[in-house]
C-alpha cells in the first residue's frame, strides 16, 4: 500500500480479496466476482449508498479486465470529456476502456443522448454511479444497455474491518468508546470513517473520541454531500414538515440549496413524505408536490429553489395522516410471514370452462356488503383503521 496520499488511496483494495462487503456480488459464485473470473464486462451501473465501495469495485474490474480506466465526475464532465476519452488511449496494448462515471445521475438528458452511442457499439464500457434510483435518473436507451448492480450499507463489522485497515496503515491505536462512536457515526459509509479517521490523525496526532468529534465540526467537512452531514440536514428537512413546522423545513431547505443539493433530490423527498405522512387527510399534497417535482425538471436551480419553497410550506402545514403508510407496512408484513395466502375462489380469474367447473369466480358480487374479501388467515383483519 501507499505511505503517502490520502488515507483512502493508501487503503484503497487492490483485489476482491482485500475488497470489503457486497458479498451478495463478489462472494464465491456471485455475479461481480463470476465475471472478473470469466473475464467478461458490460456496461453497467452501481446503485447504493455513498462509502460503500463503487468506485473501488469499479478500479478492480478494469485492472483484472487489463483495461484502460479513466475516472470522471458527472457533476463537472461533459461531452468534451467523453471525446477525448474516446480519442485517445493511454496503453495502445490495452484494447478496452472503461469509463467509470461517478454521479451519473448528474448527467442531464443531452449529456446521456450523446454517451449512449458509445456505449452501444462497445467503444466505452461505462461503469456509473449512483445514490439515486436509475430508472429515474438514466434515460431508458442507455439503462437498458446497462446490467444494474444494487449495493448495500456496509455492517458494523465491515466498518470494523475498514477501521482496522486505516489503524494498521496509520500506525494508530484507537480506545472501545470512540471505535464505537466512530462506528455509528459512520452509519455503514466506508468512506465517511475513513475522513473522519484521517482528518483527526492530520489534525490532532491521536483518535481519541474528542479529536473525532472536532474533526468532524471541522469546517471542510460540513455538508459533505455524501456524508453525515447530508444525511442529518435531509432528516431535519423531513421531521420538520412532520411536525408542521414550515419556517424550520424552510430553513433546512436553504440550507440544502445554499450547499448545492440536486433539486430532484429533495423535491423526490416530497413526493414520498405527501403519502407517507399526509396521506388521506389531504390527497391533493401528492398532487401538488408531484407538480412541484416536475417544476424542479424543467426549470433547474437557481428559480426551482422558489418551487420548492412552495410546496415545502404547503407540505408542512397540512394535517397529517399516516393510516396508508402504516397499513401498507402492515400487510407486508403479513406477506413475508405468511407467504402468498390462497385467494379466495369467488375473486379467482376464470378463463376457462375448467376452471369455472371447479369453482373459480364462483359467488362474486361486484359491490358487496359488509363482506371481507382477505384470505381465509387473515378474514377480519384491518390494516386501514
Known sequence: MNNWGPLADRIRPKNLDEFVGQKHLVGENKPLRL????????????????????????????????????????????????????GQSKNLNLIKKILFLDEIHRFNKAQQDFLLPYVESGQLILIGA??????????????????????????????????????????????????????????????????????????????????????????????????EEHYNTISAFIKSMRASDPDAALYYLARMVEAGEDPKFIARRMVIFASE?????????????????????????PECAINLAHGVVYLAKSKKDRSCYDGLRAAQEDVKTLGNLPIPMNLRNAPTKLMEDFGYGEGYEKYPKNQSLLPEKLLGKKYIK
Open 130 to 227: 449512483t445514490t439515486e434510483n436509475p430508472s429515474f435518473e438514466v434515460i431508458s436507451p442507455l439503462l437498458s444497455r446497462c446490467r444494474v448492480f444494487v449495493l448495500k450499507e456496509l455492517t458494523e463489522s465491515e466498518i470494523g474491518k475498514i477501521i482496522d485497515r486505516c489503524l494498521k496503515v496509520i500506525e494508530r491505536k484507537m480506545d472501545k468508546k470512540a471505535r464505537e462512536w466512530l462506528t455509528n457515526m459512520a452509519n455503514g459509509d466506508a468512506r465517511a470513517a475513513i475522513t473522519m479517521i484521517d482528518n483527526a490523525n492530520s489534525l490532532y496526532g491521536n483518535l481519541k473520541i474528542e479529536s473525532l468529534k472536532n474533526a468532524l465540526q471541522n469546517s471542510y467537512l460540513r455538508f459533505d454531500k455524501k456524508g
Open 277 to 301: 405522512d399526509i396521506g388521506m387527510a389531504n390527497p391533493n399534497a401528492l398532487l401538488l408536490a408531484n407538480q412541484v417535482f416536475r417544476a424542479v425538471e424543467i426549470i433547474g436551480y
Open 35 to 86: 465475471l472478473i473470473e470469466n473475464k467478461q464486462i458490460f456496461s453497467m451501473i452501481f446503485w447504493g449508498p455513498p462509502g460503500v465501495g463503487k468506485t473501488t469495485l469499479a478500479r478492480i474490474i478494469a485492472t483484472e479486465m487489463k483495461a484502460e480506466f479513466w475516472d470522471l465526475s458527472a457533476v463537472s464532465a461533459g461531452k468534451d470529456d467523453i471525446r477525448k476519452i474516446v
